[in-house]
């Protein structure tokens, strides 16, 4: 993989991980239809390793009123701990279904077929979503524990390219009936044990791979890539479903599932 391609999917990867529209068909795309080589898993590494980083700094005054109130300390301790508790329930069924079908996904899952047919369902679910929420803008915790481990259920579905691990939280939690603002907030909170869990799977398989890279500046200038970029989108994202909700997105899936669609079809 050359410089050119490695920022590439960098700044992909940094734009489409935490848009309602799915990285990983995103970053699946460029070698289906432009032929490019698979990125490797050291470059796969930094990525995320980048996003984790961007998430985490943007929502550091959250993840630190959330260790306060589970070391005891702090305002609202009891709503805090069942939050942590309710983030910790919303990940672990990505982590079992990941651990028992990760390599089946990899195998079958991965084509254009599957990636246009989840793009256009899950995409068609976010809209009709869109018109359970509540209204309106403050960010509020999600604590109640049978509502994570729905939310968590969807997250589970985004292992499959094209699902959009956001896209399909941010719905689960509007179906509940929350407003957006709480839902991109949980949605975004729940990435980060998840990000970090697939990124230390990454490095105990690879850990060699990675850190003796034959282009290690160029996969740190991938991970900084990522992170600016991820953390610019989530400031963006934030903001823009406040004043024009989840619309354009929608649009934006159905359309690409379109197109993919015509590829498989003419091309």
Known sequence: MDGLQALFLALIQGLTEFLPVSSSAHLILPSQLLGWPDQGLAFDVAVHAGTLVAVMVYYRESLTSLVMGVLGSGDNVSLRRREVSALLIATLPAVVIGIAFSDAIDQYLRGIGVIATTTLLFGLLLGVSYSYRAAGADEQPISRLDHALVIGLAQALALIP?????????????????NLATSARFSFLMSIPVIAGALLLMLVKEFELFFSSANLTLTLIAMLVAAVSAYATIAFFVGLVTRVGMMPFVIYRVLLALILFSILVFV
């Open 162 to 178: 094209g699902t959009s691990r956001s896209g399909v939280t941010i719905t689960a939690s509007l179906f509940l009936g929350y």
